[in-house]
């Protein structure tokens, strides 16, 4: 469940980071200010279950497909090979993080579900 979680902290940072490119209005503004909260918040949590390496890696490899590929879908971002290349390579290293990380067995964390 803490990768779930940290997928979902992922979605919200592709959000924020779009949010500080592409927000014009007080609404997108906040919108973009609540993203980075609960970001920040669900990563930090999740990094008390797991090791903070592996989910700073996590967060931040997923952030960058996740937003490099958001830029292309709905803002018409130019199309790379390389580019796409380069983020296959960088999601390889994330799952194979994923796979030899194994979850601490610590008590549970308040507001944290496993």
């Known amino acids: 469940m803490n990768w779930i979680w ?14 500080l490119k592409h927000a014009e209005n007080v609404w997108e503004w ?17 990094s008390a279950r797991l090791p903070v390496g592996t989910v700073y890696a ?6 960058t497909a996740g937003t490099v590929l958001s830029e292309m879908i709905f803002f018409n971002e130019p199309f790379h090979l390389v580019k796409m290349l380069l983020i296959l390579l960088l999601l390889t290293g994330v799952m194979g993080l994923k796979l030899v990380t194994k979850e601490k067995s610590a008590a549970p964390v308040k507001g944290v579900k496993s």
């Open 6 to 19: 940290l997928i979902i902290a992922a979605c919200f940072e592709v959000m924020w980071v779009i949010g």
């Open 30 to 46: 906040a919108g973009t200010v609540i993203a980075i909260i609960v970001s920040f918040y669900v990563m930090i949590r999740v």
């Open 58 to 63: 996590v967060f931040v490899g997923l952030g």
